[in-house]
């Protein structure tokens, strides 16, 4: 999927994608608008879940991001905080 489709389904579910193309077991993975700021290049935020783990996890990538680079990203991020119903609460 090239750059630019991802551009137009920008917050839209892209786990179906990510599934087919490259394995990943999400329930859902949201990428957000590009946000520009005063200094530094623009980013999208990521958002995913897995779907043997309820809770959120994000990363921000640059906003000219690739499917690819996407997922390369989603398999390779070290979890930090999680926000999400907690082990006790399942």
Known sequence: MPANTVARRSSANLAPTMRKQYALTLRECRLSLPVERPWGAPYRMVEWVMKNDQRVQCCVLPA?????????????????????PSDDEE
């Open 64 to 84: 000219d991001c690739t499917p690819s680079q996407i997922a390369d990203a989603l398999k390779s991020h070290v979890p930090g905080r999680r926000y999400g």
